[in-house]
């Protein structure tokens, strides 16, 4: 399987977990461990989040290890 060239992007400086994805992309957990404002970010295929300003970690966490189990995108050029 082809690898992902976003294996190791420049971590934002609020980067609280990095996940890998099937092709070895970057999932980035980013926030605060405040209650809520958390976000993810795939730099496989570019999805993210639905709502980061509404989402817990623990809840940001979970919905990013899913996706990064599932996604076999290796990168993408979505703006
Ligand atoms: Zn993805």
Do not use: Q
Request: charged share 20%.
């Amino acid at each position: 399987m082809k690898l992902s060239p976003n294996a190791n992007p420049p971590e934002p400086a609020n980067l609280l977990i990095r996940l890998h994805n099937e092709t070895g992309a970057a999932v980035d957990v980013t926030g605060t461990t405040a209650y809520l404002n958390s976000s993810w970010y795939c730099h496989g295929c570019g999805d993210r989040s639905d709502m980061p300003e509404l989402d817990s970690l623990n809840f940001t966490r979970r919905n990013a290890n899913e996706h990064a189990t599932a996604c076999r995108a290796s990168h993408h050029r979505l703006r």
